[in-house]
């Protein structure tokens, strides 16, 4: 990544005087692929390859890059090439090795260190939006989001139910529910248990709503009810 700007900038050149034109133009081209890049990354590469390959596949086409880039012959040609070759293939080695989402995603910047071996992956899922991991411990299962907790079988189940009931409440007949963010499921199939009921439910993240089943013993499994809607 270092030395691909410099190198192209000089193959840009002409002369001396026209190296302000030649940086200002692979500055645009580079400014415009790294929109492209930013934008395609998480719904194209984390959702259909996973951060590992996605990035194995970026060093790669670096090397690439580099490759057609370095020139082939002259004095310290081919100890380059020999150079870049080996540290982009260690590179490519290591970014396509999957990492354990017990370490990537236990939300150390909210809830500090856990021991990994304390719970065990039952779902985890790279998508556009975010991580998702179902992860299974000694009284429950939990549902985290980028390392969050946001739903559980068992700690959460006063609030996830409360958010079907509460607003019973407030309007007892209504027979249309809205529910913003799937989670476990909980609240969406704790609604669908009052008769005539439909309920809508508005979630961003299709890995969330691929968890439902790891909770279907507290869900109520609303997937499968017919007046549920996602």
Known sequence: MGFNFPLLVHLTKRSAADA???VGTVYAWNSSGSILGAAATAPVGLALLGSAWTMAVGVSLYLVSALLLLPKRGRGALPAL???VLVSVAGISLGATRLDPRLT???MYLYGYRDPESRGVIYFKEGASCNVAVT???IDRALSVNGKVDATSDGDMDMQLGIAYLPRFLRPEAKNVLVVGYGSGTTSGASLLFPG???T???LEPAVYGASAEFARVNHTPEKNPDFKI
């Open 197 to 199: 009921t439909r309920v």
């Open 20 to 22: 302000g034109r030649a």
């Open 82 to 84: 020999v150079a870049v």
């Open 136 to 138: 299974g411990h000694d």
């Open 105 to 107: 995603d236990q939300g």
């Open 201 to 203: 439910c508005c979630e």
